[in-house]
């Protein structure tokens, strides 16, 4: 039912079969359903794929090695590393929950490239691996431990690997044994 009312110089329309309360959510669903009909169209089509996520190189031997010689020659190609005091490693010295043990690895080298964490008796020592493109080599996570074991942090810069290691104390529900 169409009803014309008098305004001041002209007639306002009022359709009393609309109602104006679910009018709106009406158009709104209407409009989301398209375009969510449209992206799982164009996404079928492998238009929205994420390439750039995709195209990342998983380093999985790495992760899978069981000795860490084996993990630092499949995540770098080499597993020549020399010490150096330009890493500093800080870590406790005693992890009362060896579920989450703390760790920060600095290195003051030029181009740091990658920094990667080893735990040496974890079933498959390789613990975190971040890369890096003109940022400061800074590398801070958390980490399990399966056992006491040293914790090794590789550094490469300037195409070489250089590591700091330090031993970590694991003890069985913090009792201190």
């Not at 003051?108 to 964490?117: C, S």
């Not at 080599?137 to 330090?166: E, I, P």
Request: proline share 6%; aromatic share 6%; with cysteine.
């Amino acid at each position: 039912m169409i009803v014309l009312l008098p305004a001041s110089d002209s007639f306002r329309i009022i359709n009393f079969l609309e109602d104006p309360v679910t009018q709106h959510p009406r158009r709104t669903f209407l409009k989301n359903s398209l375009a969510t009909a449209v992206l799982v169209a164009v996404g079928g089509t492998g238009l929205l794929s994420p390439h750039r996520a995709l195209a990342a190189d998983w380093p999985k031997d790495a992760f899978t090695a069981k000795k860490l010689e084996d993990a630092v020659q499949a995540l770098f190609g080499s597993a020549t590393i020399s010490p150096s005091a330009s890493i500093k490693l800080k870590a406790p010295a005693q992890a009362e929950n060896s579920a989450q043990v703390q760790i920060q690895v600095s290195a003051e080298l030029p181009n740091v490239e990658a920094i990667a964490v080893f735990v040496e008796k974890n079933p498959s020592p390789l613990v975190a691996h971040a890369s890096f493109s003109g940022a400061e080599g800074y590398f801070s996570a958390r980490m399990k431990m399966a056992q006491t074991s040293d914790v090794v942090a590789v550094v490469k810069s300037g195409g070489k690997l250089y590591s700091a290691r330090q031993n970590i104390k694991v003890t069985v529900g913090g009792c201190g044994g």
